[in-house]
């Protein structure tokens, strides 16, 4: 059974910084690029980050451009965002998402329907 757990969200000050964890089960990891998407209140989702099933290659939207690294482990089969200088605008739900690329590839599936499978989600709140 496919599975993908996000985990480490929360309440942060502006400012602070939060690490969310995907950990994903029941398919080959290092064949899929991985990537996050998050949906705020009243909003589309949308794209944040994504990694290729090589790792070689690395997607951010502009908003979280050097303030967000994204990067996975493969011996773990997971999958991390390091969210830092956290806005209120980052508040949202955020899924992780795989998509099958086979291994090696620089492939990078910025859009939705170009995943296979997705997380449940996990909160993040930014707030004072």
């Known amino acids: 059974q496919v599975q993908l757990v996000e985990s480490g969200g929360g309440l942060v000050q502006p400012g602070g910084s939060l690490r969310l964890s995907c950990a994903a089960s029941g398919f080959t990891f290092d064949e899929y690029a991985i990537g996050w998407f998050r949906q705020a209140p009243g909003k589309e989702r949308e794209g944040v980050s994504c990694i290729s099933s090589s790792a070689g290659s690395t997607y951010y939207a502009d908003s979280v451009k050097g303030r967000f690294t994204i990067s996975r482990d493969n011996a773990k089969n997971t999958m991390y965002l390091q969210m830092n200088s956290l806005k209120p605008e980052d508040t949202a739900v955020y899924y992780c998402?795989?998509?099958?690329?086979?291994?090696?590839?620089?492939?990078?599936?910025?859009?939705?329907?170009?995943?296979?499978?997705w997380g449940q989600g996990t909160q993040v709140t930014v707030s004072s």
């Open positions: 998402a795989a998509a099958y690329r086979g291994a090696n590839s620089d492939y990078l599936p910025v859009e939705e329907y170009e995943n296979d499978y």
